[in-house]
Antibody
Framework: EVQLVESGGGLVQPGGSLRLSCAASGFTFSGYGMNWVRQAPGKGLEWISYISSSSNTIYYADSVKGRFTISRDNAKNSLYLQMNSLRAEDTAVYYC?????????????WGQGTLVTVSS | DIQMTQSPSTLSASVGDRVTISCRASQSISSWLAWYQQKPGKAPNLLIHDASSLESGVPSRFSGSGSGTEFTLTISSLQPDDFATYYCQQYHTYWTFGQGTKVEIK
C-alpha cells in the first residue's frame, strides 16, 4: 500500500525557518517525481514545488522561489521541504504528493498533510 | 502562467441530480487535466486524469470530458458521499489548480 506521511509542521515566527519531511513507503520511491502542494485555511490548493526522481529537475512556484528548497533522499525514501524567510501567507497545510508519470503529471497519491502556522 | 477557472464556485444539488462542473484553461492544455475530490480535513483524492480517464476504484457515475481549454466533470447521479469540493488541475506546464467547486446539499 502506498503511504506518504508528512511531518515537521508547527508554529513558527515570521522570518523563521522550518523543514518538512515526507516519508514514503509501499512503492519504489526512487522511481517517481514528487511534489509539495499547500492549502491555506479555507482556501484552495496551490502547487509549490516539484522534484524529479533523480533530483535532476526541480521547479518552484513564484510564491516560494528563493525561499523554499525541495530535496530528496532516495536511500531514506524521504522528501523534504526547507522553508526559510517564512511569512504569514505561508500558513497552510502542506501535502506531499506523488507524480504518477515521473515527468510532471497528475498527482495520484497524497499524504495526510502537516500544518504550518506562521505567526508571532 | 496557465490559469484555471472553475464554475460554479458553489453548487447546490440533491441526491440523484446530474451535476456538471466546468473548468477553463487560459491556454490550450491538450488533455493534460486531472480532477480531484476533497472532503473537509482530508487530502485530495484523484478521480480522473488525462481529462477523461477514470481512476481505478472511482465510481462510474463520475466522468470527465473536454480538451484544449474547456473541460467538464460530470456526476451522473449525485450520491450522499459526493458532497465535497472538486478541483481541476492542469499539468501541461507546471501545475495549476482551479479555485474549486463546492457541491453542497440543496
Amino acid at each position: 500500500e502506498v503511504q506518504l506521511v508528512e511531518s515537521g509542521g508547527g508554529l513558527v515566527q515570521p522570518g523563521g525557518s522550518l523543514r518538512l519531511s515526507c516519508a514514503a513507503s509501499g512503492f519504489t520511491f526512487s522511481g517517481y517525481g514528487m511534489n509539495w502542494v499547500r492549502q491555506a485555511p479555507g482556501k484552495g490548493l496551490e502547487w509549490i514545488s516539484y522534484i524529479s526522481s533523480s533530483s535532476n529537475t526541480i521547479y518552484y512556484a513564484d510564491s516560494v522561489k528563493g525561499r523554499f528548497t525541495i530535496s530528496r533522499d532516495n536511500a531514506k525514501n524521504s522528501l523534504y521541504l526547507q522553508m526559510n524567510s517564512l511569512r504569514a501567507e505561508d500558513t497552510a497545510v502542506y501535502y506531499c504528493a506523488r507524480d504518477e508519470r515521473g515527468s510532471g503529471s497528475y498527482l495520484g497519491y497524497w499524504g495526510q498533510g502537516t500544518l504550518v502556522t506562521v505567526s508571532s | 502562467d496557465i490559469q484555471m477557472t472553475q464554475s460554479p464556485s458553489t453548487l447546490s444539488a440533491s441526491v440523484g441530480d446530474r451535476v456538471t462542473i466546468s473548468c477553463r484553461a487560459s491556454q490550450s492544455i491538450s488533455s493534460w487535466l486531472a480532477w480531484y475530490q476533497q472532503k473537509p480535513g482530508k487530502a485530495p483524492n484523484l478521480l480522473i486524469h488525462d481529462a477523461s480517464s477514470l481512476e481505478s476504484g472511482v465510481p462510474s457515475r463520475f466522468s470527465g470530458s473536454g480538451s484544449g481549454t474547456e473541460f467538464t466533470l460530470t456526476i451522473s447521479s449525485l450520491q450522499p458521499d459526493d458532497f465535497a469540493t472538486y478541483y481541476c488541475q492542469q499539468y501541461h506546464t507546471y501545475w495549476t489548480f482551479g479555485q474549486g467547486t463546492k457541491v453542497e446539499i440543496k
